[in-house]
């Protein structure tokens, strides 16, 4: 017990210690960043506002078909444009360059057709049948909380990234929780086993879950972010937008160079009681992610800013890992 709350501390502290550098870090070159960014913005900010008022037209000016059928198409673009490359990757193992930064790499190569078929059709039905009536409640209460979705009250570039960040921040909180629950010995298997039957995952298997877990896990998490903070569609889609492409990013199974590293969610379709977190902060805070730090894995988490793969990089050593 008191060994538990010591590394609590000592997590928490080592957090602060990062936050705080970060920060440090941010202050100090945050008026050449910001001047920067605000320029950009500024050339490019009436670009986008007209491009929200011609998706605000075609929908007829409609708040409720922009925040339905709109953010439905929108989010069904994203992913499947997202995913179009990796699943072809994936079926055709061409190109054959890129299998060298698989991170199982005997896994899956190639993914057999009726998994795929039936991951498919998983997907669309969440995407279809759970997510419009989803879409629709979301819609409402976002109308209730007050966000708007007219182009004359499009947030500001400033504004637009601290919304983002505690998007970021209450997805994390809230995925951790809900996908904990989910691997809890009662529920488990009625709902989360679906999600876990890839033990090598691709990138559509984010999505490919149990309805029930896509509300809970997939839906609600990334929603509370805009709904607490009253933001505009257009700052919720660009949120979503990230959130769809890091999920796929983190299922996809390659660890891409200048890509964000799947090692960590990787790890836990592998063993199941690690990293249920996005960031890490959670697990970190939990220690549920004590194997993944000892782990080969762990040491291949992080940015690849080169083209040399993890798997040369960090080898195996399977006489190692037998005494182990
Ligand atoms: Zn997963
Ligand atoms: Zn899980």
Known sequence: MVGQILRLVDSVRKGLFIVGTALLIFIA???????HMQKFWGASGDFWQQQWKNIYHLCGSSAFTLGVFGTTVFGFLVFWLS???????????????LLRYKVQP???????????????????????VV???????????MRWRGCSVMPEDLPTFHWAVLELIICILTEEV????????LHHPRLYKYIHKRHHEWTAPIGIVSIYAHPVEHVLSNLIPPALGPLLLGSHLATAWLWFALALMSTTVAHCGYHFPFLPSPEAHDYHHLKFNQNY?????????????????????????FLLLGFIPMAQQFPEQPSKSKSE
């Open 83 to 97: 995913n179009a490359f990796l699943l072809l990757l994936d079926i055709t193992g061409r190109p054959a360059a």
């Open 106 to 128: 005997d896994k899956n190569v190639p993914v057999p057709k009726e998994s795929i078929r039936r991951a498919v059709q998983l997907v669309l039905f969440n995407q279809m």
């Open 174 to 181: 809230c995925f951790y929780y809900s996908h904990r629950l």
């Open 29 to 35: 070159a945050r008026n050449s960043i910001t001047w």
């Open 277 to 301: 977190g996005v960031l890490g902060v959670m697990d970190r805070l939990h220690g549920t992610d004590n194997q993944f730090r000892a782990s080969k894995a762990y040491q291949r988490h």
């Open 131 to 141: 997510g419009i009536p989803v879409a629709v409640v979301v819609n409402y209460v």
